[in-house]
Nanobody, 127 residues
């Protein structure tokens, strides 16, 4: 399975961007998919996740009500719509996917539980 993230760029505070993550390979084996981000000098943190079967979404506290995850299973693509961007959202954004369903909600938040990772796309928000 290969994941390709795209859509990053430079945007002013208050603006919007939409990231895409397209999967190729054994995509039918994918279960939850998620977004993480990593700012310089910081740990990679959970942004959000979406379940394949139900479309249920989860979000990190810092992005709730501003970011929306969606998924088009027919296109093997996941999206991250980011609105009202803030300078603190500046980071490299990574998409990830798991090859098995998670047993708990909590599992979606942990980066070690994901099996496949994209290369990352840089989002820079200027003030």
């Amino acid at each position: 399975v290969q994941l390709q993230a795209s859509g990053g760029g430079l945007v002013q505070a208050g603006g919007s961007l939409r990231l895409s993550c397209t999967a190729s390979g054994r995509t039918l084996s994918l279960y939850p998919m998620g977004w993480f981000r990593q700012a310089p000098g910081k740990e990679r943190e959970f942004v959000g996740a979406i379940k394949r079967s139900t479309g249920m979404t989860l979000y990190g506290d810092s992005v709730k009500s501003r970011f929306t995850i969606s998924r088009d299973n027919a296109k093997n693509t996941m999206y991250l719509q980011m609105n009202n961007l803030k300078p603190e959202d500046t980071a490299v954004y990574f998409c990830a996917a798991a090859g098995r369903p998670f047993a708990s909600i909590r599992s979606h938040y942990t980066k070690q539980n994901y099996d496949y990772w994209g290369q990352g796309t840089l989002v820079t928000v200027s003030s």
